[in-house]
């Protein structure tokens, strides 16, 4: 093997060349022109960020027209657009964008790799996700935004319905952003298989790797149902087809199957990975390794191939037939079993142990309690005659937040507190974290537990304003008070992370003394990430001391690769030495293409197919320039 | 650092390189892709009291073209088995002919099209059978323009025994839209022989 090798040991010679083959320039070109998987994913997170604040100011909004009955600060058609714009932001603009800008930054890192498979997809993909919010809302400037709700029911959505340019960008929309997520999951997913460092066979893969590379797998079987709903609610609306037009043989269900065979797998798609980073942290603050990783592992599996068995589960009330909806109701209720198996192992490595608590922590076990209350609320609207009962009240918008905001926006959270000092060097205040953590968790339960009882009082969702005297208004006058506490709550979030960027204590490489291979180069990494690439020997390779384990990976000494932009490929399961890979430069080719992707779809929303037809041409050419080999670079091994 | 690395790795020559992975991925989801537009069909027809709504879809054209298609993919097989072996003038015919058939295949379907008694507007039916050939019919011309980049590679000697990832992964995706292809063709041509209702 490999370690046996005589690898000379790197000197300080070593680590300037690297520097000089990897450095990105500070200026303009290499802004743009960047493919380092460690900006890109600060990128992906800041602009979640910012979708996150967007949805953020578009709920509150809406906590205030229902904080007392028969409010009117908003129109009927401006609360149907600010609620539809609050769902598909924060589901598919924020909830996997986030998780996806974890794992840009993180994989390599984790993996002993100096970038992504396939860096300039990644570049690509980041783009295309910036260029389709841009697309999204710039319906705010001409007054048509989306206006259906996040799951767009036909035939509410057809042209007859709603004739202007709405539920065009909606349908356009998320078809870009579908591209972006499609090509981000596929560069995953070649990455997991490929860029190991060399020994870290998949069962020493870290869990979040796991998770990420299953949530890219289903991605690639869930997305395709969404990019044929919404293209044929296109064709519908400006093709004249009747795809969802049962005048004419079509039907307004197939819509709602396609929308949810994407919708249900879409929901672990964007907690898995956030459920793999408290995998990651829990331990790490327990100061054990987690307990069943082998476990977890095959949950998470398990959860990724049942969550394509249940969508009819959004369907409980639609009149299909009871044979097929108690196969639905058995299912949704048989997920419940994977993912409370890696609750146990969570609680299983708290056990006993004595955790330290500082911010992530809190988080974390914030979360874990979160996650509990919105399984048991999913558990009880699996089973059918509580469904038909609270379906479209405010019960499903209080188990859908606890889900989405106790699985996603917790952990991610933990997970900033976590990797931020491996990001920028510096540590975030614990003292405001503290704070932080207290008044986001005090305000969430007061916000959306009382959801829970509107709905159960009938109250439905999505309507606009109600009558007093219903029994509502307390209710809603708590959550809407509880909405701006969490709100506040964001907002020292933000102000810690603003404020420990540029005053927080110097971190040192690794400041949690954590187990895994990011904690082993410096805060923040060099930009070829390693020195040397590491080999590893067990799945906690900074810790092997401490545990007694008999192996030893070595992360000091290994090939420097300082001919060029290189790093290793190793084999998909057992991670052996397979070949040098000669990594690509900086190239304003992704950049171009998302540009020409952006013209192409405003091509369509205007149906000016003339510039459809433009773009695609414009595609082609940059395509092929791409795939052209460089004059100046040898016949790689690939090419 | 005198010491090249490189030398010390064992070469791997069988295994398969990130972008031969990113083919299969990308071959996976449009596949998915088609899945779904073949189960809206399905789907709809199941419901509709009548399927197709008036007559079936003739073989006459769609029948030889089938044959077309299907046989281009055993041409980019024999091509692509000629680079392996470093027989550079096997390559470009093959990629030629293949391309051709391609082309052949699209002149043909462009055709049917023209004769067909309804549109995408008339019906539901209308709408699944023009999207889903359509959507066919753009693979199979993003297809052809894949073969034609690769033909002036070939060409420019570009590729050898063992460096020859975009012919490998052109004739992956060509093989893929030649399989959707009889998915669609026994769908929408001949399912509804088996299995339509009036």
């Known amino acids: 093997m490999a370690t046996t090798a005589p690898y000379a040991a790197p000197t300080a010679e070593t680590a300037e060349r690297l520097d000089e083959i990897w450095h990105t320039p500070h200026t303009l070109y290499g802004r743009l022109a960047t493919v380092d998987h460690k900006i890109i994913g600060i990128r992906y997170l800041v602009t979640s960020f910012v979708f996150l604040v967007l949805g953020g100011l578009e709920a509150a909004v809406m906590r205030a027209q229902l904080a007392q009955p028969n409010l009117h600060l908003l129109s009927a058609e401006a609360y149907n657009q600010i609620f539809t714009m609050h769902g598909t932001t924060m589901i598919i603009w924020y909830a996997a964008p986030i998780l996806s800008g974890f794992s840009n930054y993180l994989w390599p890192l984790l993996f002993g790799s100096r970038d992504m498979a396939l860096p300039r997809i990644n570049a690509l993909s980041y783009w295309l996700f910036l260029f389709s919010g841009i697309f999204l809302y710039s319906s705010v400037l001409v007054g048509q935004m989306p206006d259906r709700g996040w799951f767009a029911y036909a035939p509410m959505t057809e042209l007859q319905y709603s004739p202007a340019l709405n539920m065009d960008f909606y349908a356009l929309g998320i078809l870009f952003i579908t591209i972006s997520t499609t090509v981000g999951s596929i560069n995953f997913l070649v990455t997991m298989l490929k860029m190991r460092a060399p020994g870290m066979s998949i069962n020493r893969m870290p869990i979040m790797a796991w998770s990420t590379a299953t949530i890219s797998l289903m991605a690639l079987f869930a997305l395709p149902s969404l990019s044929a ?100 109701s058995a299912a949704s209720l048989t997920i419940v079993i994977p993912s409370a198996v890696t609750v146990f192992a969570w609680i299983a490595t708290l056990w006993d142990s004595k955790p330290v608590m500082r911010t992530p922590m809190l988080f974390l076990l914030g979360f874990v309690l979160l996650f509990v209350i919105g399984g048991v609320s999913g558990v009880m609207t699996a089973a059918l005659p509580f469904d038909w009962q609270l379906t479209d009240t405010y019960f499903v918008v209080a188990h859908i937040h606890y889900v989405l905001i106790g699985i996603n926006l917790f952990p991610v959270i933990a997970a900033v507190y976590y990797w931020f000092p491996k990001m920028t060097g510096r540590m975030m205040d614990e003292r405001l974290g503290r704070w932080n953590f207290w008044v986001m968790f005090i305000g969430f339960n007061l916000g959306f537990f009382p959801m829970h009882i509107s709905g159960m009082l009938g109250m439905p969702r999505r309507i606009y304003t109600y009558s007093g005297g219903l029994g509502w208004d307390a209710v809603n006058l708590v959550t809407s008070i509880g909405a701006y506490v969490f709100a506040v709550g964001v907002l020292l979030f933000f102000i810690n992370v603003i404020r420990s960027r540029r005053s927080g204590a110097i971190a040192g490489d690794n400041p949690w003394d954590a187990s895994t291979l990011e904690w082993s180069v410096s805060s923040p990494p060099p930009e070829y990430n390693f020195l040397v690439i590491p080999t590893v020997r067990s799945r906690d390779p900074l810790w092997e001391d401490r545990l007694g384990l008999p192996e030893r990976s070595s992360v000091r000494e290994g090939p420097t690769l300082t001919e060029g932009r290189e790093t290793l490929a190793t084999t998909p399961l057992d991670a052996e030495l397979a070949r040098v890979l000669h990594m690509p430069e900086d190239t304003l080719i992704p950049l171009s293409l998302a540009l020409a992707t952006l013209v192409l779809f405003y091509g369509l929303l205007l149906r000016a197919w003339w510039l459809a037809g433009l773009a695609v041409l414009g595609l082609y050419v940059v395509i092929n320039i791409w795939l052209w080999p460089k004059a100046h670079e040898p016949l790689s091994e690939e090419g | 650092m005198s010491l090249d690395s490189r030398h010390l790795l064992p070469p791997s020559t069988r295994e398969h390189p990130p972008g031969w992975w990113a083919m299969v991925c990308l071959i996976i989801t449009e596949g998915a892709l088609f899945a779904y537009f073949l189960f809206s069909y399905f789907y709809l027809a199941s419901m509709a009291p009548q399927w197709p709504p008036n007559h079936l879809p003739e073989l006459k054209l769609a029948g030889p073209n089938t044959v077309i298609l299907i046989a281009s993919s055993f041409v980019m097989w024999w091509a692509e088995r000629g680079i392996k072996a470093g027989q550079q003038m096997r390559l470009r015919i093959g990629l030629l002919i293949t391309a051709l058939m391609g082309i052949v295949f699209l002149v043909i379907q462009s055709r049917e099209y023209a004769g067909l008694k309804f549109t995408a507007s008339s019906h539901a039916y209308g709408s699944l059978f023009i999207t889903i050939t359509a959507f066919h019919f753009a693979h199979v011309v993003v297809g052809v323009l894949m073969m034609l980049t690769t033909q002036v590679r070939a060409w420019l000697g570009h590729f050898t025994e063992r460096h020859h990832l975009a012919v490998t992964n052109t004739a992956l995706y060509w093989h893929f839209v030649d399989i959707v292809w009889i998915f669609v063709f026994a769908s929408l041509y001949l399912s509804p022989r088996i299995w339509g209702h009036t």
Do not use: E, K, N
Request: aromatic letters at 20%; proline letters at 7%; one cysteine or more.
């Open chain 1, 229 to 328: 709903a919404c293209i044929f609610l296109f064709f519908d609306r400006r093709l004249a087809m009747h795809f969802f037009d049962s005048a004419q043989g079509g039907s307004p269900l197939l819509w709602q199957h396609l929308f949810w065979i994407f919708g249900h797998p879409w929901v672990y798609i964007v907690v898995l990975p956030a459920m793999g980073m408290a995998s990651m942290m829990i331990p790490t603050f327990c100061r054990r390794p987690l307990a069943g990783y082998g476990y977890v592992v095959m949950s998470t599996i398990m959860t990724g191939l049942i969550g394509f068995g249940v969508w009819v589960h959004h369907m409980f009330a639609t009149g299909l037939p009871p044979m097929a909806l108690s196969f639905f």
